[in-house]
């Protein structure tokens, strides 16, 4: 059998060009991040710019979905949204409790109007 054949190869794609690269900035990441202040003025704008790419990445999904998503309508999308920061704001900011009740009330939504 050959080592770089088949199934082999793949798993040897995946290392090197999927794993790899990834871990290479996760170390960095942490040998820098060591010396940061956590309440420090460069972590405040870290924060804020991963919470407005997040919040502009919910707002397309809800005002200009693709796929399945786009079957549902506006006024929908946008309860869902509403009842998942209720979830997380209930669930003392449990991301996981907004996003399952945002996704079950798109799924019951859905079942409501009779889509599928």
Known sequence: ?????????????VLLVG???NEVW????VVIGRGLDENG????WVRAVATALLA???????LTPSGALAALPLWLRLGALVVGIGGF??????????VLAAQATLIG????????
């Not at 996760?26 to 990441?29: A, C, E, I, S």
């Not at 003025?41 to 405040?44: L, Y």
């Not at 939504?109 to 599928?116: K, S």
């Open 41 to 44: 003025a460069v972590m405040r």
């Open 56 to 62: 502009a990445v919910v707002a397309r999904l809800v």
């Open 109 to 116: 939504g859905a079942w409501w109007l009779g889509l599928r």
């Open 89 to 98: 704001v209930l669930s003392r900011r449990s991301v996981l409790v907004g």
């Open 1 to 13: 059998m050959n080592l770089f054949g088949g199934e082999w190869n793949a798993v040897l794609v």
């Open 26 to 29: 996760r170390v960095l990441g």
């Open 19 to 21: 794993f790899l690269p």
